[in-house]
């Protein structure tokens, strides 16, 4: 899966070998109908309400007595498109859009994307952590926010990443 997903990542790179825009968009658009047509399967589903869709997949909420419906469904999905399907569950989402989120899994961990993401390679921008960390902690426990912040101790999550001029000179006080 890993191997398969690289080579498609680098089929959208114009320094790549693999690189090849027609076969980007093709997989791309059939995967987005494939999700299309599960989703309006799934939304015959009585109760059920469509929380996103997006490349990577579909989240929904539902009764848990309509699971196995939910399951005939898909598995009739899988054997049309030979496609696998994974499921998670979680017990609640906060999300800003698609590619924004905090999920918390029924176990309590819980799952960041994009703006929510702080927990970070050594290259990725570390601008600013106290705001996720904060809005998590708003989310999640019901913090206060400017308390959070007036009392978080990690100096190094309150630091900027700025791109400034050449002329520019760095005076520290």
């Known amino acids: 899966k890993l191997a398969l997903n690289g080579v498609y990542g680098d089929s959208n790179n114009q320094y790549s070998p693999f690189y090849d825009p027609q076969y980007t968009m093709t997989i791309t658009i ?3 109908l494939l999700l299309c047509m ?6 015959e ?3 059920l309400r469509m929380i996103q869709v997006n490349t990577d997949g579909i989240t929904v909420m539902l009764l848990r007595n309509k699971l196995e419906e939910l399951h005939e469904h898909c598995i009739k999905w899988e054997l ?10 979680y017990s609640r989402m906060f999300i800003r859009d698609v590619n924004n989120y905090i999920a918390e899994y029924e176990n309590g961990k819980l799952k ?14 570390h601008s600013c952590l106290v705001v996720k960390k904060a809005v998590e902690a708003h989310l999640i426990k019901g913090c ?4 959070f912040i007036e009392k978080h101790d990690d100096i190094f999550d309150f630091f900027l990443r700025a791109k400034v001029p050449r002329s520019s ?4 006080r």
């Open 30 to 32: 059939n995967g987005q």
């Open 38 to 43: 599960l989703s309006e399967a799934l939304m």
């Open 45 to 47: 589903i009585e109760s």
């Open 80 to 89: 049309n498109t030979g496609l696998e399907l994974e499921e998670t569950f």
């Open 112 to 125: 960041h994307k994009g703006a929510y993401k702080y927990e970070r390679e050594w290259h990725e921008n």
């Open 144 to 147: 206060n926010i400017r308390d």
């Open 169 to 172: 000179k760095l005076i520290l």
